[in-house]
């Protein structure tokens, strides 16, 4: 009854998430991150049931490899927990854009992470040098698991950035 994501890659991902919170408003999500995820592991974000949730999701790793969407919120570069509509502020805040995902009928959901032709691979490679190229890695693969159909009130989701 959770909503879990899965590191397929070679290098460790650093994720943040968003996810439905009815005492967040105007809009009814919360944000929180920085989780850590080893090559290999699963790791959950969010417990509760996910039937017919969305959730958003943001991951990197430190070779310039991201998993990003088309909508936008600060976010501190430190361990955060706070509505999604609250901004951070001073140094260490910076904007990302998280992609959406919607579970469906499931009450357990695993988001798995992959890498994409022509990422970085390697863990023993050095870091890209600052405003080199990155990468941005293709749609996740998703591991879907069967529950329950259940309901929720009235949900006001982030906007995404290429609406008008």
Do not use: H
Request: aromatic share 14%; charged share 25%; with cysteine.
């Amino acid at each position: 009854m959770s909503f879990y994501v899965r590191n397929s890659t070679p290098n460790p991902v650093w994720v943040a998430v968003g996810y439905y919170d009815p005492d967040c408003s105007p809009i009814t999500y919360s944000k929180a991150g920085w989780y850590r995820i080893s090559p290999g592991r699963r790791r959950l974000l969010v417990t509760g049931s996910s039937v017919n949730q969305t959730y958003y999701y943001y991951a990197y790793d430190l070779f310039g490899n991201t998993w990003s969407g088309d909508f936008p919120t600060d976010v501190p570069s430190t361990a955060f927990n706070m509505c999604w509509i609250e901004s951070c502020q001073g140094t260490g805040c910076r904007l990302i854009e998280f992609d959406e995902i919607n579970v469906g009928n499931f009450q357990n959901y695993t988001l798995t992470l992959v890498e994409a032709a022509g990422a970085v691979k390697s863990r023993n490679m050095k870091a890209p040098k600052k405003g080199a190229r990155k990468f941005r890695l293709g749609k996740s693969s998703l591991r879907r698991i069967p529950g329950k159909l259940g309901k929720l009130g009235k949900v006001r989701k982030p906007r995404n950035r290429k609406r008008k």
